[in-house]
């Protein structure tokens, strides 16, 4: 880190990025992170050193969701539908929560089981889809691909 020095309120203080260190009037130095308290050290040297130690725990945050060029976010899609909508597909078709679940790992994804319960209750009931969506107009031919033995 890179500290040079500013004069703040008639104080020589030291500036590294977000960071400062202000002597006090108590001889000891304070160190400052976006005016954010961080600790008082006895030298202008332990400080520096402590805000290169937080400096060297910071990780960046990991990304929420995986990102295409497009700069949009990565949904998972079976047969080009949303998984909701493929969920309320099975619910359709009769298709009970151990199945729907089975099917739904094969092609890498995972939701929380009231998630795929409520969706599959969704299709099932036609008076939600107004409301909730509609189901994947899934063929014959998908649905038995997926391992669904249609009526």
Not at 27 to 46: C, V, W
Not at 90 to 101: F, I, M, R, S, T
Not at 134 to 139: G, R, S, Y
Request: contains cysteine.
């Amino acid at each position: 880190m890179n500290w040079t020095t500013k004069t703040l309120n008639k104080r020589e203080v030291l500036v590294s990025g977000d960071f400062s260190i202000i002597p006090c009037k108590n001889g000891r130095q304070q160190l400052r992170e976006s005016g954010k308290m961080r600790g008082t050290f006895t030298d202008a040297s332990a400080a520096q050193a402590h805000a290169v130690f937080l400096m060297d725990q910071r990780q960046p945050p990991a990304p929420k969701r995986e990102r295409r060029s497009g700069g949009g976010s990565v949904h998972p899609k079976v047969f080009g539908f949303s998984a909701c909508a493929v969920l309320k597909a099975l619910g359709q078709a009769g298709v009970k929560y151990p199945e729907a679940d089975a099917i739904l790992k094969r092609h890498g994804i995972e939701m929380p089981k009231a998630s795929v319960s409520v969706q599959l209750g969704f299709g099932r009931n036609e008076h939600t889809w107004q409301r909730h969506g509609q189901p994947a107009p899934l063929t014959p031919e998908q649905l038995k691909a997926l391992g669904v033995v249609h009526d």
